[in-house]
């Protein structure tokens, strides 16, 4: 049976192992495909590197095959549209959304902020409004997945 001080210690000694992995875990890389003139674009990816991403920005000047290409859904489309591993991420959607997706390593095609939602990252301004983050399958079947 274990004493107290030995199970004190094996506990500490598994979170700092924990920690050393986390430390370990490279910043997730997500590639953006955006208009080159987008102002509200450059400031989603300001928001994604501030929150841990390494952003890889890709101006394009149809962004209609890249959401096409991508299998976006045309009622959940926004300005941009990302991939982060096999994952597409379309829109404004939060660091922390992503983040917990990616954790989740869901089955969903992706995640989207549909429009071009004040409030959201990158369309701050004086008022913010509430919205969802939808989860999306290839055959174009969606949910809410986050509200905001």
Known sequence: MLSRRHFLVASAATLVARRAAFAQT?????????DPGC???AKWVKHLNANGFVAM?????NMDEVK?????????????????GRYVIEG?????VIKKFLAEQS??????????VTGSPGMEGARSEHYDVVAFERDGKSRVYAKR
């Not at 490279?26 to 955006?34: A, D, E």
């Not at 920005?57 to 000047?61: N, T």
């Open 68 to 84: 096409k290409t991508m299998n976006v859904p045309a009622a959940l489309q926004s300005c941009h549209t990302a991939v982060v």
């Open 26 to 34: 490279p910043p997730p890389v997500i590639t953006i495909y955006k």
């Open 57 to 61: 920005v890709r101006d394009v000047g």
């Open 92 to 96: 404004h959607v939060p660091a922390d």
């Open 39 to 41: 102002e509200c674009c």
């Open 107 to 116: 089955s969903s095609l992706g995640l989207s902020v549909p429009g071009m």
